[in-house]
């Protein structure tokens, strides 16, 4: 597959269990390695870049990478450390209000619900404010308000220049602020549009492009 | 290479967690304890032959339950799969290796805090004025065995048999620490200065050996 997301752009990445979207957006933060192909982040080689341009990607990933018995509060602040952040309290708070769980800091995250869980996963996500964010699935869990929370953080973030690529099999949910589509089966690309066509007949589109793949 | 904030960040994270799960290393305690007394009791010893084998009982005493540690340490960064938290920061591989080596030599080390004044008092070890060339042996083993086991927990983290394959990797490497322990321990024991220190300087050699292998190789055992 070949494409390319520019800043300010929200990329829906939408496909069947199974097409490769995880597999993507896992290369994209290096956290699996492909056996062949290139990946440019900024204009420069990605895959073997030094660690320290890891802080210009940012993954929300189905696993929530929090440790249960430390406090939303205490997670965030661990991975500020690991960032170097400044003004790390002043950060945290502003990423849990963005994603409404402001109220939720001094719980352990353990003893949260799913739903809470991702959204206090976004915020780590989110947290060292990264130019390239890659979210997988990321409504997954979360109730249709959360769901319109997340959204207008996505087109706040948008509108501030970051990069955004979103995967989902969930086409109904599309954020409303997505720029372009990809459709991928069997780790292909089969269809790609652009905002206007993200928005409309999607769901049609997707039918379309997933039979004949299989068909052929 | 990353400063060394990050592995810091680690550590105080790592003590965090332990705190709250007291349990896990009370297990351990308990779990050595019960190996110490055992071999106490073993052929009902004299108080020469107690003075004799005590340092083999604490030492194997702490690589059993060494082991039980290594695993719950390391099991902590699977769940939720945080350990790709780890890998997504901005820090590299060996700084990561470096935070999770000295959590588990935090916590050897508070282990032995409860097992040594147990392991002195059941085998009358007296060490007189040696017990601070002891505790330096006792450090530096501890930090060569901690390098083993961190790394090693992270191999078997990777395969679904972790609890058999850590020990399986873990104990035949660790068997010059666990005699320099032994050894040092007695030599200290009946007064022979020269024979301590060679132990000593072999446990050194294997710390700045096992230890620079391990920081580097642990990027790629746990890549994906």
Excluded at chain 1, 9 to 38: C, D, F, I, M, Y
Excluded at chain 1, 181 to 209: C, S
Excluded at chain 2, 21 to 36: D, K, N, P
């Amino acid at each position: 597959m070949s494409f390319s997301l520019d800043q300010g752009e929200l990329l829906v990445v939408a496909g069947p269990n199974g097409a490769g979207k995880t597999t993507l957006v896992r290369t994209l933060a290096r956290l699996s390695r492909p056996s062949a192909g290139k990946v440019r982040l900024g204009g420069a080689e990605w895959l073997d870049a030094p660690a320290a341009r890891q802080r210009e990607v940012g993954l929300l990933s189905h696993a929530t990478y929090l440790y249960d018995r430390l406090t939303a509060l205490e997670n965030l602040e661990f991975y500020a450390r690991l960032y170097g952040l400044d003004g790390a309290r002043a950060r945290i708070y502003s990423a849990l209000e963005k994603v409404g769980v402001r109220d939720l800091a001094g719980r352990r995250t353990g003893t949260l619900s799913r739903g809470q869980a991702q959204r206090v996963s976004i915020a780590r996500a989110i947290l060292h404010d990264p130019r390239l964010l890659l979210l997988d699935e990321p409504q997954a869990g979360l109730d249709p308000h959360a769901v319109r929370r997340l959204n207008g953080a996505l087109a706040e973030l948008r509108t501030a220049g970051r990069a955004i690529l979103l995967t989902t099999h969930d086409l109904a949910r599309v954020p409303e602020s997505a720029s372009r589509f990809l459709i991928l089966v069997d780790g292909r690309v089969v269809d790609a549009g652009n905002r206007a066509e993200a928005r409309n007949g999607l769901e049609l589109r997707y039918e379309r492009a997933v039979a004949r793949s299989v068909e052929q | 290479m990353s400063g060394p904030g990050p592995a810091l960040a680690i550590l105080v994270k790592d003590v965090r967690l332990e705190l709250r799960r007291v349990e896990s290393l009370a297990t351990m305690a308990v779990f050595a304890g019960l190996v110490i007394l055992i071999f106490a009791f073993v052929g009902d010893p004299t108080p020469a032959e107690l003075a004799r084998i005590g340092p083999g009982a604490l030492w194997a005493s702490i690589l059993f339950a060494g082991v039980l540690g290594f695993e719950r340490w390391f099991a902590e960064e699977e769940r939720n799969a945080a350990l790709h938290g780890l890998l997504l920061a901005p820090v590299d591989r060996e700084v990561l290796f470096l935070g999770k080596w000295a959590g588990a030599t935090v916590f050897l080390l508070a282990l032995e805090a409860i097992l040594v004044p147990v392991a002195a008092t059941l085998y009358r070890l007296d060490l007189g004025g040696a017990w601070g060339a002891f505790s330096i042996l006792l450090v530096v083993v501890t930090i060569g065995y901690a390098a083993l086991g961190t790394f090693f927990a992270a191999v078997a983290a990777r395969t679904t048999a972790s609890q058999l394959l850590l020990p399986v990797l873990l104990f035949p490497l660790s068997v010059p620490l666990l005699l320099a322990g032994i050894e040092g321990g007695q030599a200290l024991a009946a007064g022979a200065g020269g024979d301590y220190r060679d132990w000593l300087g072999l446990a050194l050699a294997f710390d700045v050996l096992f230890g620079t292998i391990c920081t580097m190789a642990f990027g790629t055992v746990i890549e994906e």
